[in-house]
Antibody, heavy 121, light 107 residues
Framework: QVQLQESGPGLVKPSQTLSLTCTVSGGSISTAGYYWSWIRQHPGEGLEWIGDIYFSGSTTYNPSLESRVAISRDTSKIQFSLRLSSVTAADTAIYYC?????????????WGQGALVTVSS | DIQMTQSPSSLSASIGDRVTITCRASQSISIYLNWYQHKPGKAPNLLIYGASSLQSGVPSRFSGSGSGTDFTLSISSLQPEDFASYYCQQSYSTPYTFGQGTKLEIK
């Protein structure tokens, strides 16, 4: 059973960089056919896809965030990470990591519990 | 970006009721449509992928249908654990976008 757990600071100051790590257990992030995703949910709002890192290491980002976001991975630690620079209050959200399948259809079948990140001075 | 619009935004129903949630895409997405259930403080749970394929382990009272721009999620007989928020997501093209959600509440 694949499990994901987000970790990182819960409070980030405006203009600084948000950094979160997702630790995966019960599977490898190098397994062919899977994306490893970051999704966020602003307070009281819907879900927003941030981006993916593919099993090969290639990345795809939401164009609305592309200038500020970077997703990387550490296969030896079975972790992948999110960095979002120049944050503002609008980046306050619950951040989820997820495993996404990329076969005939794309879908996210395992998710972490989420990490609340507040941007405030 | 493809816009996803769900209706209703909230819904009150009773145990045993059949409910239907609708999701409309701003352009055709074939059958690249997923449905998720989300409870506060919990990880979202994949229910349906490919518009109508039931994810392993999901009860058969959940079903999905549709293609092109119009999709539905149905729950045949509501159980207490079904009261949650539901989101559709298009996986036709990036950025993958979600509907705004439907909150299902107990009447």
């Amino acid at each position: 059973q694949v499990q994901l757990q987000e970790s990182g600071p819960g409070l980030v100051k405006p203009s600084q960089t948000l950094s979160l790590t997702c630790t995966v257990s019960g599977g490898s992030i190098s397994t062919a056919g899977y994306y490893w995703s970051w999704i966020r949910q602003h307070p009281g709002e819907g879900l927003e896809w941030i981006g993916d890192i593919y099993f090969s290491g290639s990345t795809t980002y939401n164009p609305s965030l592309e200038s500020r976001v970077a997703i990387s991975r550490d296969t030896s630690k079975i972790q992948f990470s999110l960095r979002l620079s120049s944050v503002t209050a609008a980046d306050t959200a619950i951040y989820y990591c997820a495993r996404s399948y990329s076969g005939s259809y794309y879908y996210s079948d395992y998710w972490g519990q989420g990490a609340l990140v507040t941007v405030s001075s | 970006d493809i816009q996803m619009t769900q209706s209703p935004s909230s819904l009150s129903a009773s145990i045993g009721d059949r409910v239907t949630i609708t999701c409309r895409a701003s352009q055709s997405i074939s059958i690249y449509l997923n449905w998720y259930q989300h409870k506060p403080g919990k990880a979202p749970n994949l229910l349906i992928y490919g518009a109508s394929s039931l994810q392993s382990g999901v009860p058969s009272r959940f079903s999905g249908s549709g293609s092109g721009t119009d999709f539905t999620l149905s729950i045949s007989s509501l159980q207490p654990e079904d009261f949650a928020s539901y989101y559709c997501q298009q996986s036709y093209s990036t950025p993958y976008t979600f509907g705004q959600g439907t909150k299902l509440e107990i009447k």
